[in-house]
């Protein structure tokens, strides 16, 4: 998989980045390149593990980690992120915000105009800044909350640097949850009595040895596996190898419920049975009708595991709530499923051992929690926790959950939070009635509307009123909805900070922002699989840090100097002795169980196998026994009907598992008339989140006519007037934007998809500006999924599309900033 270096540099020279790269590399032939074999060192990502060749202090090849059998083409990119045009390059401060600090005209926020300063300055004001907010304000003004995937690597973790060094000056908002299971994790605790999202599964070698049906709901495992949370083995795909070979021998019947035909169906050649967005609910509701009506269900189980699901039966029968039963009929109207296949579906998931493997993108939606507790209750009703190739997964598509795990311990990280003990210089713990910790998608709520009451997960939240934001290797311009309401945000805020390696819209819309390198910049160690824990792997520096850009642990380490902690900070440690002592700690966890050699050898070798794991069984232990087993929920058995939910009184998530009509819904649900497209804008195929987005030549293979694409049926493009490779302005209420169409029977009529993770470049930062890339977020809502999770509704959004005339913008997300002097 060794990258093509001429057209690399082909890529480089049509962005005119020739000047970042250097005249080096320019002018040194591939030939030479090729002729001398250069340094090979080893390292790791979320797109797995590789080694490069360096040469001349550049690198020039990757190719995949030998033990990696079925490496992700994305590993094409890893070059274009170290030498992007859209490095962050020195430190660099907002030019109107340089003349007037916090009294700056923030409707500028966005103009990308920007002043050189040096690392010293840069850091006094981040300083003098934190200094302001906690002596004119208190903690409730800043919110250093924010954190997301951040690069690989334990030592070198941008979060745990970013909350450390700020905790040591003085005390801060922080959030809870996260994006990507906002729903679901807050949900299950009260059904399954753990978040499950981030469970490790039933592994894959008994789910293939046991299961007769597999139902993959939502859920497409092989695009979302090819990255992971730590260095991703890929192990999960020599199982999807093996359960291709056993559908296409009639062993295992695999049914995909997906609006879409997924990339995982394709692949797997398996049964795709469509549905209309956002009623996947309905669906579930008319199985378990006819489950419990045909008396399929394990009234055994349901007696002896589960609680509350004789007061879930008259909802289900109209005998209670809205008076409507949950027919196949009634479903079917609402669902787009014939009333018949959902009786076959639930009758052949009865009659032999069932496999229910959701994905995350169903609760992204309003109501998120809903679909999540129906799958809980479906799997119940069928009798199968617990069991081996049974029962319910809701993360068999994440980081090779499922791949056996070896059951050695994974390396620690550098430390999150101060050392016991240690006081903040500011130790002010009064947040003014403010609430010190809010739900993850509501931050911007706060900026808007500071004082505002709401309800979250049966207690209130106080919204605190945000002055300053601080940002470290996280893409909030990414992963929240809504971008012009941001916008408007933002300019309420009075200081944004942001510390990463590219010119992502986050640094865009801040105000100091400081260069990091990336993680092949700098040594670090990683776990070699998320779950598996395969083993250890050494992140050897593969170039110096490029131009003036730091480590984390150098940023804040000179940040911490600047009010006398930087001793306590860094513990007197530097890079490679916290490598050590991180290593020398796993290696004694693991005495007696695993053997790992001195961090010397390991550090030459690069790598430390512990070997494949033993199959696993989740739940098998509840299931044995109960009592002595019981789950984390307030009675320690299933809960299909909450209590403790249901006293909350909340109007949209009740004591148990309900239909509820969505905002916005398309095939004539609300707001169809005037945006009939619904938009889903799930997991990327060639990224992980907004990652990778800035490798120029790598976007360059999927991107259409310099856009992100957004795909669609045959007949939506007619009816418009659409051909494949036709930029289109996608639009509704909220935005606008570009993208290029891709035009594919893979689609049903009035469903799209642009991936998320598109970066943002709009025309300029006024309120409603078109933007020119293809960000989906431009046009989803800003809406809480429930009063229990307050999770993002991003997959809640209709859209119309319109082939798009007149003069082409050019793109604005990528590259750097205009520079002022």
């Not at 509350?308 to 479903?331: H, I, M, N, Q």
């Not at 196998?609 to 026994?625: L, N, S, V």
């Amino acid at each position: 998989m060794s990258i093509n270096r001429r057209n690399f540099l082909k890529g480089i020279l049509a962005s005119s980045a020739a000047s970042m790269v250097g005249p080096s590399l320019l002018v040194r032939s591939a030939q030479a390149a090729q002729n001398d074999p250069g340094i090979w060192r080893i390292t790791g990502s979320h797109w797995g593990a590789f080694r490069a060749r360096v040469y001349g202090g550049k690198v020039v090849e990757v190719k995949p980690f030998e033990m990696d059998s079925h490496p992700t083409d994305m590993l094409n990119g890893i070059e274009g992120i170290i030498y992007s045009p859209s490095r962050v390059r020195y430190p660099m401060v907002r030019y109107d915000w340089y003349k007037n600090r916090h009294n700056s005209d923030t409707s500028q926020r966005g103009d990308n105009r920007f002043i050189r300063v040096t690392w010293d300055e840069a850091l006094d004001l981040f300083h003098e800044e934190l200094e302001r907010i906690q002596t004119q304000y208190g903690p409730w003004a800043l919110h250093a909350g924010q954190t997301g995937w951040r690069q690989t690597g334990q030592l070198h973790s941008c979060g745990n640097h970013m909350q450390r060094a700020v905790a040591m000056h003085g005390n801060f908002i922080k959030k809870v949850g996260d994006y990507s299971t906002g729903a679901g994790q807050t949900i299950l605790p009260y059904v399954l009595g753990s978040t499950e999202v981030y469970a490790q599964g039933t592994s894959w070698p008994l789910i293939l040895e046991n299961s007769k049906l597999i139902v993959l709901w939502a859920n497409d495992p092989v695009k979302n596996l090819q990255v992971g949370w730590a260095c991703e083995t890929h192990e999960s795909y020599r199982y999807l190898d093996q359960l291709k070979q056993k559908v296409a021998d009639g062993e295992i019947r695999v049914v995909s419920i997906d609006p879409v035909r997924s990339k995982t169906q394709k692949f797997l050649g398996c049964e795709q049975q469509y549905i209309n967005p956002q009623t996947d609910v309905a669906m579930m509701l008319a199985i378990a009708h006819t489950l419990y009506t045909e008396k399929l269900h394990d009234q055994k189980f349901l007696d002896t595991y589960c609680l509350g699901f004789e007061r879930f039966v008259p909802y289900l029968l109209g005998e209670s709530e809205d008076k409507v039963e949950k027919t196949p009929e009634w479903a079917a109207e609402i669902c787009g499923v014939e009333a018949e296949v959902i009786r076959e579906l639930a009758r052949a998931m009865a009659a032999d051992r069932t496999q229910l493997l959701f994905g995350w993108c169903i609760q992204r939606q309003q109501h998120g929690e809903q679909p999540y507790w129906m799958g809980a209750v479906l799997a119940a009703m069928l009798g199968q926790i617990g069991q081996p190739g049974g029962g319910v997964s809701y993360a068999h598509h994440y980081s090779s959950i499922g791949v056996p795990s070896s059951g050695a311990s994974g390396p620690g990280a550098f430390p999150r939070n101060p050392d016991q003990g240690q006081k903040p210089i500011h130790d002010n713990d009064d947040f003014n009635g403010y609430s010190k910790t809010i739900p993850v998608a509501r931050w911007v709520d706060a900026i808007l509307e500071p004082g505002k009451k709401i309800d979250y997960n049966g207690g209130k939240v106080t919204l605190p009123n945000l002055k300053m934001m601080v940002i470290s290797g996280c893409n909030p311009w990414h992963h929240h909805q809504d971008r012009n309401r941001m916008k408007q945000a933002f300019r309420n805020l009075e200081t944004v900070v942001t510390i990463d390696f590219n010119w992502t819209a986050s640094c865009r819309f801040s105000d100091i922002v400081l260069p990091a390198c990336t993680q092949f910049e700098r040594n670090d160690i990683d776990q070699y699989g998320s779950y598996s824990t395969r083993g250890i792997l050494a992140m050897q520096r593969l170039v110096d840090p490029l131009f003036q850009s730091r480590t984390d642990f150098h940023i804040f380490t000179d940040l911490c100097r600047r009010f006398g902690k930087h001793k306590e900070y860094s513990r007197g440690k530097g890079e490679m002795e916290w490598l050590r002592e991180l290593y020398e700690g796993c290696r004694d966890a693991n005495k007696g169980k695993f053997a790992m050699p001195e961090f010397a050898q390991f550090w030459d070798e690069g790598y430390v196998d512990f070997g494949a794991g033993k199959p696993w069984t989740r739940h098998a232990a509840f299931r044995d026994d109960p009592e002595l087993k019981a789950l984390g929920t307030p009675s320690g058995f299933i809960e299909i009907f909450s209590r403790k939910i249901d006293r909350y009184g909340y109007d949209n998530c009740k004591g148990h598992p309900m239909w509820f009509e969505k905002s916005e819904r398309s095939h004539g649900g609300p707001g169809s008339d005037r945006f009939p497209l619904w938009l889903q804008s799930c997991h990327p195929d060639q990224r992980l989140h907004s990652q990778m987005c800035e490798s120029e030549a790598y976007r360059s293979t999927y991107s259409v006519r310099g856009r992100e694409p957004i795909y669609l049926s045959p007949e939506d493009a007619r009816r418009r007037g659409i051909r494949d490779g036709d930029l289109v302005r996608v639009y509704n209420d909220r935005g606008q934007l570009l993208a290029g169409a891709r035009v594919t029977d893979d689609f049903a009529t009035g469903v799209v998809r642009i991936h998320e993770g598109a970066w943002y470049g709009p025309m300029d930062e006024s309120i409603g500006a078109l933007d020119t890339y293809g960000d989906p977020n431009t046009v989803t809502q800003d809406l809480g999924a429930s009063k229990l999770s307050q999770a993002t509704s991003a997959n809640t959004c209709l859209v119309e599309i319109e082939k798009y005339v007149g003069e082409v913008p050019p793109v604005t997300a990528f590259g750097g900033p205009v520079e002022v002097r």
